[in-house]
């Protein structure tokens, strides 16, 4: 009967993952902080996401059976993150990356469920989204249907080397989401992979990290170790916006800083073998 229970489901139910390969993840994946208010607790939505389609909040991810993804299944929230289909509400606004979290591993997004059943649980509702139009779910259906790009996710994710480094630049700390520019319909252009969007994401300038001239040849691999672990840029300027959050964490959360540094080392040797692409953004 037991056994049962826990097939059938119940709001603390136990994960096949490792929560606390799961914790790393977390941070690697920058504390998925559009899920974590200002002002903290992790997780228990609210964050601000500005979009040229309106504004969203992050939901409450935290394991309250009512407001959260308590009573989800472990199926139902790897098809959140990685399919864009949440359960009870559909094709989600593309306001959550799940298109290049499409690319995740089925071990890491198990170790990131179990992670993120191991939270505090927050009685929190979620907020709905701001300026969003009539028959929205049924334009995320087909933003879905037709731009997210169909991408094959391993059992396991690479353990080493380039491999993982480009792994966990576009499928966990998806600098590629932020960095790379879109079309008016918000689809990344595959053709300027890191070159910098401008304006970028809440209209913020994401500079070019592409190893070109008017992106960040002249910076080392120890540079880009100093940026993620410290938060600051080659002339000891502290990197601001969606970046210092990134990196910090928001509302008491993870960020980048407090991912294996290992992983940030193989992310920063990554981006000195992207294609080099002549882009000027900002104010550079
Ligand atoms: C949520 C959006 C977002 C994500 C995700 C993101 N970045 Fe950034 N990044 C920015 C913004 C915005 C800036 C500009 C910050 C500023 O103006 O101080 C920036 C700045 C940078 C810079 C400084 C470049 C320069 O010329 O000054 C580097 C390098 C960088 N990011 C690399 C990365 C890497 C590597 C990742 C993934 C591990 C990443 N970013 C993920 C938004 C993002």
């Not at 979009?51 to 308590?70: C, Q």
């Not at 179990?114 to 509702?125: K, N």
């Not at 139009?133 to 380039?162: K, M």
């Not at 410290?230 to 959360?253: E, K, S, T």
């Amino acid at each position: 009967m037991v056994a049962v229970v826990m097939l059938v489901g119940g709001s603390d139910r136990a994960s096949a993952g490792d929560a606390a390969r799961g914790a790393e993840l977390f941070a690697l994946a920058a504390g998925c902080n559009c899920h974590t208010p200002a002002a903290g607790p992790i997780g228990a939505g609210g964050g601000e996401v500005p979009t040229p389609f309106g504004t969203f909040y992050g939901t409450n991810i935290t394991p309250d059976p009512e407001t959260g993804i308590g009573r989800w299944t472990d199926a139902e929230i790897a098809a959140a993150i990685r399919d864009g289909d949440a359960r009870d509400v559909g094709a989600e606004a593309p306001a959550m990356p799940y298109y290049q979290y499409a690319g995740m591993s089925d071990g890491d997004v198990a170790d990131l469920i179990a992670y993120l059943r191991s939270l505090p649980p927050v009685v929190r509702q979620n907020q709905p989204h701001e300026g969003e139009l009539p028959l929205a779910r049924w334009a995320y259906w087909f933003w879905r249907v037709l731009f997210a790009p169909s991408v094959s996710r391993p059992a396991t994710a690479p353990t080493d080397g380039l491999a993982r480094g480009r792994y966990l630049a576009d499928h966990i700390a998806i600098c590629t989401d932020c960095h790379t520019p879109r079309s008016a319909l918000g689809v990344p252009a595959a053709d300027r992979y890191l070159a910098g969007a401008s304006p970028g994401p809440g209209g913020q300038v994401a500079p070019n990290i592409t190893p070109h001239p008017s992106g960040i040849a002249d910076w080392s691999v120890d540079d880009t170790m100093n940026l993620l672990a410290l938060g600051m840029l080659p002339n000891f300027d502290n990197v601001q916006g969606y970046m210092g959050d990134a990196i910090d964490g928001r509302g008491g959360g993870p960020g980048y800083k407090d991912g294996p540094e290992r992983d940030r080392r193989l992310i920063a040797e990554y981006l000195q073998t992207v294609a080099p692409i002549d882009n000027v953004v900002g104010a550079k």
